[in-house]
T-cell receptor, first 112, second 116 residues
Framework: GEDVEQSLFLSVREGDSSVINCTYT??????LYWYKQEPGAGLQLLTY?????DMKQDQRLTVLLNKKDKHLSLRIADTQTGDSAIYFC????????????FGAGTRLAVHP | GAVVSQHPSRVICKSGTSVKIECRSL??????MFWYRQFPKQSLMLMAT?????????EQGVEKDKFLINHASLTLSTLTVTSAHPEDSSFYIC????????????FGDGTRLSIL
């Protein structure tokens, strides 16, 4: 079955880069997503990557996909206190598959 | 773009009450909407998927008579928690998607439901 795993907690200093990692099991996943959740709020789509891509960059965010190892990472450059939140990795299965499978979320804490 | 509005943001009510939560796509047509439940410090659990004009598809273990979903238009889906009890207290989040399953889901801000 499908499974998505993430480390639960990451602490970084303001201005440093943050790297949040995610592994998934379904090799037929077509899209992989990163969502951000601030306290008491819904999920904000940060970025997503199609499975035939290795990397996608969008301003401070860089997504790397290693399809062979089923490993996805999100790098946040110049991390700010406003980046403190929970980050969810999610995969979508084969074409036409409706559901997203979410990881447990990584809590990012940014300190001065 | 792709804004999803969810109301109310917080509800506190007595046991036995039925509560309706609305999910609206404000600037796009949502062919598919999803309802999730999130327990404290946990990930999202998909409850059901609804397509406009069709009956919702519920995930295993989710009682369809308890959690009524209506997706009457391309911009509105509602979740009604019927005869709510304290164990139904949770954070409920909707998401909406336009087009086919290649399109990303966009989420509302969630509803914190507290049953006394």
């Amino acid at each position: 079955g499908e499974d998505v795993e993430q480390s639960l907690f990451l602490s970084v200093r303001e201005g440093d880069s943050s790297v949040i990692n995610c592994t998934y099991t379904d090799s037929s996943s077509t899209y992989l997503y990163w969502y951000k959740q601030e306290p008491g709020a819904g999920l904000q789509l940060l970025t997503y990557i199609f499975s035939n891509m290795d990397m996608k960059q969008d301003q401070r965010l860089t997504v790397l996909l290693n399809k062979k190892d089923k490993h996805l990472s999100l790098r946040i450059a110049d991390t700010q206190t406003g980046d403190s939140a929970i980050y969810f990795c999610a995969e979508r299965g084969p074409s036409g598959y409706n559901k997203l499978i979410f990881g447990a979320g990584t809590r990012l804490a940014v300190h001065p | 773009g792709a804004v999803v509005s969810q109301h109310p943001s917080r509800v506190i009510c007595k046991s036995g009450t039925s509560v309706k939560i609305e999910c609206r796509s404000l600037d796009f047509q949502a062919t598919t909407m999803f309802w999730y439940r999130q327990f404290p410090k946990q990930s999202l659990m998909l409850m059901a998927t609804s397509n406009e004009g069709s009956k919702a598809t519920y995930e295993q273990g989710v009682e369809k008579d308890k959690f009524l979903i209506n997706h009457a238009s391309l911009t509105l889906s509602t979740l009604t928690v019927t005869s709510a009890h304290p164990e139904d207290s949770s954070f409920y989040i909707c998401s909406a998607r336009t087009g086919d399953s290649n399109q990303p889901q966009h989420f509302g801000d969630g509803t914190r439901l507290s049953i006394l």
